[in-house]
């Protein structure tokens, strides 16, 4: 069974940088197959993808989110990264990390909230 | 506000129907597939259709899901109490970004 797991902190401030690690189980990060996605949800609101990274290390971004992401691979560790930086209150919100597969994303972590504020 | 337009809400009775539409453009939906997904209270999205039509394994045959030229419709037949919850349609661009809808709750009288 596929298991991903987001972990980092849950309060940032602004101006600084997010920082969000999955851990996947159950799959290999450097499989042929899969991407890895970071897709977000603001408190009461829907869904934004972020970005994401294939297995050979090659992450694609949403533009709206202006050159402040890099997603990277840690794959002796099977683990993935979100770097979001210059964070503002706008950038709260509930970041999950999912499995992405031929155009969608079947399997999700739980999420994890990330409070921009001082 | 999200690129793909679906309705706020939605309602049926226990047993009902139910039908959600998600709007987009040719640049979207138009040119890729469709994928809703099911949303509850403090959970995560679950995949609940991929591909404009297909049911991953464990999705009840209850829910379906088509598309035509540049909208996508999710339909849940025979209505439960544990449907309610909010549904989202996803799509790419050709920009090569994943878009969303806005999300639609879904209440079971």
């Known amino acids: 069974q596929v298991q991903l797991r987001e972990s980092g902190p849950g309060l940032v401030k602004p101006s600084q940088t997010l920082f969000l690690t999955c851990s996947v189980s159950?799959?290999?990060?450097?499989?042929?197959?899969?991407?890895w996605s970071w897709i977000r949800q603001s408190p009461g609101k829907g869904l934004e993808w972020i970005g994401y990274i294939s297995p050979e290390g090659r992450a694609y971004y949403n533009p709206s989110l202006k050159g402040r992401v890099d997603i990277s691979l840690e794959t002796s560790k099977n683990q993935f990264s979100l770097r979001l930086s210059s964070v503002t209150a706008a950038d709260t919100a509930v970041y999950y990390c999912?499995?992405?597969?031929?155009?969608?994303?079947?399997?999700w972590g739980q999420g994890t909230l990330v409070t921009v504020s001082s | 506000q999200s690129v793909l337009t679906q309705p706020p809400s939605a309602s049926g009775t226990p047993g009902q129907r139910v039908t959600i539409s998600c709007s987009g453009r040719?640049?979207?939906?138009?040119?890729?597939?469709v994928n809703w997904y099911q949303q509850f209270p403090g959970t995560a999205p679950k995949l609940l259709i991929y591909s404009n039509n297909q049911r991953p394994t464990g999705v009840p045959d209850r829910f379906s899901g088509s598309k035509s030229g540049t909208s996508a419709s999710l339909a849940i037949s025979g209505l439960q109490s544990e449907d309610e919850g909010d549904y989202y349609c996803?799509?790419?661009?050709?920009?090569?970004?994943?878009?969303f809808g806005g999300g639609t709750k879904l209440t079971v009288l």
């Open positions: 040719s640049s979207n939906i138009g040119s890729n597939t």
């Open positions: 996803a799509t790419w661009d050709d920009s090569l970004v994943e878009v």
């Open positions: 999912a499995r992405h597969w031929s155009g969608y994303n079947d399997y």
């Open positions: 159950g799959d290999s990060i450097a499989s042929d197959y899969h991407y």
